[in-house]
């Protein structure tokens, strides 16, 4: 027999079923969405804190920093160069062929030394016209004796003495411009010769020369004028690149130390002369000139490092060096962090003040820190 089901009936048979489809459909979904799994958080060890043991802590004294007010100090590259107020050129007036040179480039020279000889036809010709100004002068000087004895007994006229005795004085005059001129050419007119010498216009050392024995020489024959270069190195310079942004903290008179890189231990004090009007539009930078008495062993072209003291003082904390642990190419210090743990802390030093070091940044004066960093660094890594 066939049992009918009424509809109310059938009707919650097919929900109870679609509700079960539903689920089933769900639960595979999520199985096969690919969504990723939540993130988890892995705690990762503090790299820069130490934590002794409690018994240990006693081991490391703790300072505190202490306080000192510095002048910031700027370090600027530069290099040796003469002064040209002491750099004088040697040139032969006297154009001609140079026929002996009786010194070389880097030699130290006297004032008034010879340095070379040049023949020239220049010279020559200066004699000739001193040789026949001498002669017109002398008659010139006879015709003005006669005109006046002439005029004393009435041969002749005032004028005529007048005429004469300004031709005398022409005479002469073209004899003193023509002694000038060997002077000039650095002749001597009593010894006539057609090789002029070439003295040492100052005492110095030869930094330059453009002539060599049979070259040319004078201000038209030759290439250059200039046959040698004397600078007196007693005083030098030192001009120095300073940047822009630094320029405000020096000053024309301010005083430079100067360090050599060849002699680095020897300490050279020089003044500020000029601070350059131009700034380089590449580097941005300013050249320094510094006048620096030579100490002797100054040469030009030396590499040197001037350093300059800020007009304003700063304040900075100051620490044992041992404090300081200088370690991968930077430096720190271990400040306390809490109970028995101790935090290293980057640092940038300053300068050495006996057994303390400076530190610009990184702590400040009045904090506490550990006073031997390499014993605790030492210990944070057995």
Known sequence: MISKISSPARL?????????????????????????????????????????DQKDVSKFPIVTAEKTALSNELSATGAVFPDVSREVPVISLANGRVVDIKTRLDDYVQKGQ???????????????????????????????????????????????????????????????????????????????NNVVDVHAPISGVVIGQNVTN??????????????????????????????????????????????????PD????????????????????????????????????MFVTATFTDRHTETHAVVPAEAVLHLHDRDWVFVPAGGNNFRRVEVQPGSILGKRQVILSGIQPGQQLIANALMLETAGTQ
């Open 12 to 52: 919650a048979a097919l929900l109870v079923s679609a509700a079960a489809l539903c689920l089933s459909s769900c639960g595979k979904k999520n199985e096969g969405s690919g969504a990723p799994p939540p993130a988890q958080v892995v705690p990762v060890q503090d790299m820069s804190l130490i934590t002794l």
């Open 114 to 192: 010879l340095l070379f000889q040049v023949q020239s036809a220049d010279v020559t010709a200066a004699f000739n016209a001193y040789l026949k100004s001498v002669n017109d002068e002398d008659l010139a000087n006879k015709a003005y004796l006669r005109a006046e004895d002439l005029f004393k007994h009435g041969a002749i006229s005032q004028a005529m003495v007048e005429q004469a005795d300004n031709a005398e004085r022409d005479a002469k005059a073209d004899r003193l411009a023509a002694e000038e001129q060997l002077k000039l050419y650095g002749a001597d007119k009593n010894h006539p």
């Open 214 to 263: 049979a070259a040319a020489a004078g201000v038209s024959l030759s290439g250059s004028a200039t046959a040698f270069t004397i600078a007196d190195l007693t005083s030098v310079w030192v001009l120095c690149d300073v940047y822009e942004h630094d320029i405000p903290r020096i000053r024309i008179g301010q005083e430079a130390r100067i360090k050599a890189n060849a002699y």
């Open 266 to 301: 020897r300490l050279i004090k020089g003044t500020i002369s000029d601070i350059g009007p131009v700034l380089d539009p590449q580097l941005r930078t300013a050249k320094v000139r510094i006048q620096v008495a030579n100490p002797g062993y100054l040469k030009l072209g």
